[in-house]
């Protein structure tokens, strides 16, 4: 049982390229989330989903883009990365409706030059 | 808006001594609490839990917290630091608008020396 997988784990873009994040989960999740920890700051939603074909702004979803075509997998896109964007992105994912357990991928560490 | 504030940035405990992380919080009503751990390396784990009932909950790993609402607080304890407890210590809310949005502290980095 894999839990949650995100691929890249690592990943250099320079400024204006674009990437793709991906999350997988093999828990039958609902509820999937995308994060970004950056220091001194905690963690940060920047987009979730309820189910699929449906997402969702966090608190921080400027730059960043989200699909969820199929109830297993949640996107994170950056369209044009800018150096604001390097840190570190969290996946992850929830059985409950409210406020059960996240299980977490282990994160995928962007560096935008 | 809900907020979380971890006060102590670094603590550095020696092995076999108690430890508490400080965690207060601001909530409008009454809060989902939560701990999870962050080993180096790896994602958040999920450490205990407080929902509602007995203010004092018990978690994984040996580690207890207790929600105390006249302080606005849910700090996490335990009794003997062992040298794998070394990680940083997130503290969380539950936001308005449920769907497990989870409003996350800064975090506390706890050392831990033989």
């Known amino acids: 049982n894999a839990g949650v997988t995100q691929t890249p784990k690592f990943r250099v873009l320079k400024t204006g390229q674009s990437m793709t994040l991906l999350c997988a989960q093999d828990m039958n999740h609902e509820y999937m989330y995308w994060y970004r920890q950056d220091p001194g700051m905690g963690l940060r939603l920047i987009h979730y989903s309820v189910g699929e074909g449906t997402t969702a702004k966090g608190e921080v979803p400027d730059g960043y883009n989200v699909s969820r075509l199929k109830k297993q997998n949640f996107l994170l896109g950056l369209e044009s990365a800018a150096p604001s964007q390097t840190s570190v992105y969290f996946c992850?994912?929830?059985?409950?409706?409210?406020?059960?357990?996240?299980?977490f991928g282990e994160g995928s560490r962007l560096t935008v030059l | 808006a809900q907020s979380v504030t971890q006060p102590d940035i670094h603590i550095t405990v020696s092995e076999g001594a108690s430890l508490e992380l400080r965690c207060n919080y601001s909530?409008?009503?009454?809060?989902?609490l939560f701990w999870y751990v962050q080993s180096p390396g790896q994602g958040l784990q999920l450490l205990l839990k407080?929902?509602?009932?007995?203010?004092l909950v018990q978690g994984i790993k040996g580690f207890e917290a207790e929600f105390k609402r006249s302080q606005s607080s849910f700090n996490l304890r335990k009794p003997s630091v062992h040298w794998s407890d070394a990680a940083e210590y997130f503290c969380a809310v539950g936001a308005m608008g449920g769907y497990n949005k989870l409003i996350f502290g800064a975090g506390t980095r706890l050392a831990v020396h033989p």
């Open positions: 909530y409008g009503a009454t809060p989902y």
């Open positions: 407080y929902f509602s009932g007995d203010t």
């Open positions: 992850a994912s929830s059985y409950s409706i409210r406020f059960g357990e996240l299980f």
